[in-house]
C-alpha cells in the first residue's frame, strides 16, 4: 500500500458532471489500494454537504472554498505575465503550504494530479513521481471557444489556448506518465507534444451500470400527455449551454410540426440565466435534481447535440446504460467505443436530428432494440475498475 497525494481542481464528489464523475472513480479505485492524502477546491457551497463522505477515502483531506466570481478577478493576473488565466485561478498559498507539508512529513510515493492545473502545485518538487490525468486536451477547448465568440472574447480564448497549451507542454515533460480519456485525445496530444509522446496513454471513462440501470422503476417526472426528449449535463458549461440553446431554436420547433406533443427536458445543475430564457411552454428547465435517473428511465429519446465536445461525454453513457436510445453529435460520438446505428444514432445538422429523432418516434420496436444494443455495449466496455486499471500498473504497492 502506497502513500498518494491526489490533487483534483473540484471537490470529487457527488458525481454529478464530467470531471465529478472520473475524479470520483479514481478517488474510490485509489482508495481500495492505498491510503490517499486528498487536497481540493470547492467551488459550489452544495458540495459542503458532501465532505465528510469524501473524507471517509482519505487518510487526511485539505479542502479550500474556492469563490468562482473572486477567483476571475484575481485570474486577470495572469495578462500581466505570460501564463495562462486558469493558472492565477486556481493558486492558493493554503493549498500549496500543505502540499509542501504533506511532501515533507508524509512519505508520499507518488502525486496523482487531475487537471493540469493542479499540476503547480508540485512544481517545487520535481522529485516525487508525477502521474497526471489530463482528462481532455483542455487548451484546445479555449481555441474552439474563440471561434464562436468575438473580439474581444476571441482574442482573449485563443490567448489561453496558446498560454494553456505550453503550459501543458512542460507538465506533460515533468510528469512519468500522462492519461486522456479516449485514445484519439491521447493521440492528439501527442502530436501537440511529441517531446512527452512516449509517456502519453489513454484511460477511459467507466459507467456505473449497475446505478444506470434500466431494471429499476421510477417514477415518471413527465405529464401523461407529452412526449420528452431529454439533454441531461451541467448547466453552466458553456458546450452544453450551446447544445441545448441550439436545440431548442433550431431543431425542436422542426420536431414539433409533427410531434406536438413533444417537450424538450434540459436536466441539470447550475442552470445560466441564457439557459433559464429557453423555459417555456414547449421546454422544461429542471436545475439540480436529487436523481436524473427517473428523466432518462421515462424519456422517449436523450439527445447530446454537442458542437464542441472534448473526450467520452458521461451523459451519453449513463443514458446508454439505462438502455435509452441517443442521438448524439459526431463530435461525441467518435470517442465511444460503440457501433452507430446499432448502439446509438448519430447527427450533424438540423435536417439529420430531426430525421434521426423521428425515425426512433415513429418506430418504436427500433427505438427499443438501439436502448438494449446500447446497455450491452456498456456492460461490455465500460467498466470503472477495468480501465482505471490502467493507472495500477504506474502505482507500487497495490493489493
Given amino acids: 500500500m502506497s502513500n498518494l497525494l491526489y490533487l483534483v481542481h473540484r471537490l470529487p464528489y457527488p458525481p454529478n458532471k464530467g470531471d465529478k464523475v472520473r475524479s470520483y472513480h479514481l478517488l474510490k479505485h485509489l482508495a481500495a489500494r492505498h491510503r490517499v492524502f486528498l487536497g481540493t477546491f470547492i467551488d459550489d457551497p452544495q458540495d459542503e454537504a458532501y465532505v465528510e463522505a469524501v473524507r471517509e477515502y482519505c487518510a487526511d483531506l485539505h479542502l479550500v472554498r474556492l469563490k468562482p466570481h473572486l477567483a476571475r478577478l484575481l485570474s486577470l493576473r495572469g495578462l500581466l505575465g505570460n501564463e495562462p488565466l486558469t493558472l492565477p485561478y486556481y493558486r492558493h498559498a493554503g493549498l500549496q503550504d500543505w502540499v509542501d507539508r504533506t511532501l515533507r512529513e508524509q512519505q508520499i510515493d507518488a502525486a496523482l494530479i487531475f487537471s493540469s492545473v493542479m499540476a503547480s502545485f508540485v512544481e517545487r518538487a520535481p522529485q516525487i513521481r508525477q502521474l497526471v ?38 507538465v506533460a515533460i515533468r510528469a ?78 422542426r420536431l414539433r410540426q409533427n410531434w406536438p406533443d413533444l417537450r424538450f427536458y434540459i436536466v441539470g445543475r447550475s442552470p445560466t440565466a441564457a439557459v433559464q430564457a429557453l423555459a417555456g ?72 436530428y430531426v430525421s434521426q429523432i423521428e425515425a426512433l418516434l415513429r418506430e418504436p420496436a427500433r427505438s427499443a432494440a438501439i436502448g438494449t444494443a446500447a446497455r450491452r455495449q456498456v456492460l461490455a466496455r465500460y467498466s470503472w475498475d477495468a480501465h482505471l486499471a490502467v493507472i495500477d500498473r504506474h502505482l507500487g504497492g497495490s493489493t
Avoid at 500522462?178 to 507534444?193: I, K, N, P, W, Y
Avoid at 459507467?207 to 413527465?222: G, I, M, Q, W, Y
Avoid at 427517473?294 to 464542441?308: C, E, G, K, S
Fill in 133 to 170: 490525468d489530463f482528462v481532455d486536451v483542455d487548451s484546445l477547448k479555449w481555441g474552439q471557444y474563440a471561434a464562436n465568440h468575438r473580439w474581444p472574447m476571441s482574442w482573449l480564448y485563443r490567448r489561453e489556448g496558446r498560454r494553456l497549451l505550453a503550459f501543458e507542454r512542460a
Fill in 176 to 253: 512519468e506518465r500522462s492519461f486522456f480519456v479516449t485514445q484519439g485525445e491521447a493521440d492528439l496530444f501527442r502530436g501537440l507534444a511529441p517531446e512527452s509522446a512516449g509517456k502519453v496513454e489513454a484511460m477511459c471513462n467507466g459507467v456505473n451500470a449497475d446505478f444506470f440501470s434500466p431494471r429499476k422503476e421510477l417514477s415518471t417526472p413527465f405529464r401523461v400527455d407529452e412526449r420528452a426528449v431529454v439533454f441531461t449535463g451541467a448547466m453552466d458549461y458553456w458546450p452544453n449551454i450551446d447544445a441545448v440553446s441550439w436545440f431548442a431554436a433550431d431543431i425542436l420547433p
Fill in 281 to 352: 411552454e414547449h421546454v422544461v428547465v429542471s436545475g439540480t435534481v436529487p436523481d436524473v435517473r427517473p428523466y432518462l428511465q421515462h424519456a422517449a429519446v436523450v439527445v447530446a447535440p454537442l458542437r464542441l465536445a472534448r473526450g467520452v461525454q458521461n451523459k451519453v453513457l449513463e443514458a446508454m446504460a439505462m438502455g435509452l436510445p441517443v442521438v448524439a453529435s459526431r463530435e461525441c460520438s467518435t470517442a465511444i467505443d460503440a457501433v452507430p446505428e446499432r448502439d446509438f444514432l448519430t447527427a450533424g445538422t438540423v435536417p439529420e
